[in-house]
């Protein structure tokens, strides 16, 4: 089994910044592509920013040059520094990741419980 805790959401100024963390645990072989989404209230889910095996980056338009994506792999984590946080950027934000467990002949998608981010003055 596989379990992803995320961290560092909350409640910011506009023009501030903030770090988000995921990090995976369990019986872990390998983790291929790492993912951030986020959901607005009302609005349908998008991805944010992607990391691949290989540290190849994708950044949704509306947050290139203030959003970086990285990872860990020796700690199977996942990070996104959001800096110059703007007011639409509020929603709660999701990781995703293709996670090939022990046991398992391909990779399955996992997803943490979510965390608030609230950008307002």
């Known amino acids: 089994q596989v379990q992803l805790v995320e961290s560092g959401g909350g409640l910011v100024q506009p023009g501030g910044s903030l770090r988000l963390s995921c990090a995976a645990s369990?019986?872990?072989?390998?983790?291929?592509?790492m993912r951030w989404y986020r959901q607005a209230p009302g609005k349908q889910r998008e991805l944010v920013a992607a990391v691949t095996s290989g540290g190849i980056t994708h950044y949704v338009d509306s947050v290139k040059g203030r959003f970086t994506i990285s990872r860990d792999n020796a700690k199977n984590t996942v990070y996104l520094q959001m800096n110059a946080l703007k007011p639409e950027d509020t929603a709660v934000y999701s990781c995703?990741?293709?996670?090939?467990?022990?046991?398992?002949?391909?990779?399955?998608?996992?997803w943490g419980q979510g965390t608030q981010v609230t950008v307002s003055s």
């Open positions: 995703n990741l293709d996670v090939l467990a022990v046991g398992s002949s391909r990779p399955v998608e996992y």
């Open positions: 369990g019986s872990i072989v390998n983790i291929y592509t």
